[in-house]
């Protein structure tokens, strides 16, 4: 492999994509916050789609699930589940995120907390943990930069150096971008996986020895018994069909209340490109397939990745049987399933940080030149932080992945019931919140689950509570004020007056 000419076709490919983003985006720049934060609000259909498929296709998408299905076999089918779970989910979800938006001049998820529920501390509460979700996602970001870093520039780059340096070419990318162009950027990333993965499919067979694509599975199968159903190639692992439905559903609502899905949700031209892409987009998973084929077929190779890292598994495969040009076009495509959804998480945390920690502990709020300074500089120590939490670990994508929607989907319930129920109330959130983390985190909570409920996904578990303890706690406290019902049923206070009471002659 020359490693000189994988280097010039992954720089080629980045800088490439970034100009192509600039340019494409060069008629709205994000010199305001709505341009920089939701991109104008006018993503149309075709803009919207990749918008949206680059927030779901990212390299946990080819990297993470391929690594699975090379060390686990059938778990890796829970890509299959929670995208069309979550797409049915989103048809009736994102429009209603997307009127408030528009309606009351939405740019983040806190704005939404803080105006539906009539209290600005539980857009800070909220906006702390949208943060944490965020940073813990961009760790799957960082993990596969890293991976591709060392790919591209050699083993002599230490793993934490790659990761490093990952972090700093993250950091450029959002800096050069803002929500527009990154969307512009998302595209070209699609076009490109959707090439990779076709160029990969279409040579595999050979590369292993099969006959056909469905031999690889056939030849998975004789070598590992049981590769390709539950609980996989591990016969004691707790990854049963039980796994597969609770984690499913734990992705499928907590993936809309991501608050930089929020933000991609209010960046619409309008509610018809939403449901456009919520009812194609399950089409699109269906490139998972591929990607599991991949995985299967980088197992029947005896494909073996530095220190057994399922996460590189895809990458070594392709290292050890195509040309350079091949790993050159794997690498920058990787790059880009990095970088796009990478640099909106830490845009949407900077957002979040600047406008409603920042502004609503000063009392003043913040212009939008300096929201966007100080969302620009947060944006820095966030990406420190998942570099500390990246550096000297070694989890799978798919586990980093079900611990970030775990962490996110403690809103989920509050999010719904929002637009469901004009009794939950801003207490009910919070009690909520505190309930189902302690279900979450607790030693003693996560020993009980482990031994009482080992198959069940222990995030959909503390989301159930957390959903009681918000339905019970509103009961008992006092009904938000109608302005504030007002905004998650999109519609003005005046629709949300209850009816005037009948006079003693009048009719009842």
């Known amino acids: 492999m020359t ?12 800088v490439g994509a970034i100009g192509f983003g600039r340019r494409a ?25 990749f918008m949206n498929a680059g927030e779901v296709y990212t390299t946990f998408a080819v990297l ?11 778990p890796a089918y829970l890509a299959f589940t929670s995208v069309s779970l979550s797409y049915a989910i989103g048809y009736w979800l994102m429009p209603k995120i997307w009127r408030a938006g528009r309606k009351h001049a939405l740019i983040t998820q806190a704005d939404f907390f803080t105006a539906r529920f009539g209290a600005p501390w539980l857009g800070v509460v909220t906006a702390l943990v949208g943060i944490a979700a965020l940073v813990v996602y961009v760790q799957i970001q960082l993990v596969s930069l890293s991976l591709i870093v060392r ?25 050069l971008a803002g929500l527009r162009s990154a969307a512009f950027s998302a595209g070209v990333k699609d076009v490109l996986m959707i090439v990779v993965v076709v160029l990969l499919t279409a040579t595999v067979a050979s590369k292993v020895g099969a006959s056909s694509l469905f031999d690889i599975f056939r030849l998975a199968e004789e070598q590992h018994p049981g590769i390709g159903k539950f609980p996989g190639i591990d016969p004691t692992s707790p990854t049963t069909s039980t796994w597969l439905m609770t984690s499913a559903l734990n992705v499928a609502l907590g993936n809309w209340v991501f608050p930089h899905l929020f933000q991609v949700s209010y960046s619409a031209a309008s509610g018809t490109a939403i449901r456009r892409n919520a009812i194609w987009q ?16 980088a197992l029947v190779a005896g494909t073996k990745p530095a220190g057994g890292d399922l996460n590189a ?16 076009l794997v690498a920058g495509t990787g790059f880009l399933l990095a970088l796009a959804p990478g640099s909106v998480l830490l845009l949407t945390s900077g957002v979040l940080f600047a406008r409603n920690v920042v502004g609503t502990v000063t009392r003043r709020g913040l212009s939008d030149r300096t929201t966007l300074l100080v969302s620009r500089l947060s944006m820095i120590g966030f990406a ?37 129920w004009r009794r939950t109330s801003a207490i009910g959130v919070l ?59 999109a519609l003005s206070a005046e629709d949300c007056k209850p009816p005037a009471e009948s006079t003693r002659t009048g009719i009842a």
């Open 3 to 14: 490693l000189a000419l994988v280097l010039a076709i992954v720089v080629g490919t980045v």
């Open 25 to 49: 985006s060069s008629g709205a720049p994000a010199t305001t916050l709505s341009g920089w934060a939701v991109g104008g609000r006018r993503f149309g259909t075709v803009l919207f789609w």
């Open 64 to 74: 993470g699930i391929s690594g699975y299905a090379w060390a686990m076999g059938a």
């Open 151 to 175: 790919l591209t520039l050699g083993s002599s780059v230490s793993p934490n150096a790659a990761v490093v340096i990952g972090a700093v070419v993250m950091l450029a990318f959002v800096f």
């Open 282 to 297: 399950p089409l699109y998973s269906l490139a998972y397939f591929f990607v599991i084929l991949l995985g299967f077929a």
């Open 313 to 328: 598994a895809l990458l070594q495969f392709v290292s050890d049987s195509y040309p350079a040009w091949m790993v050159g």
């Open 384 to 420: 420190a932080v998942a570099v500390w939490l990246t550096i000297g670990r070694s989890q799978s994508l798919v586990d980093i992945l079900l611990n970030a929607y775990s962490a996110i989907g403690m809103l989920a319930p509050a999010v719904v019931l929002a637009f469901l």
């Open 431 to 489: 009690l909520g919140l505190v309930a189902g983390f302690t279900a979450l985190l607790a030693p003693f909570a996560k020993d009980y689950w482990a031994a009482h409920l080992p198959e069940w996904e222990p995030g959909l578990i503390a989301m159930a509570i957390n959903a009681v303890v918000v339905l019970a706690v509103s009961l008992i406290t006092p009904r938000p004020k109608a302005e504030a019902v007002a905004v998650g049923l």
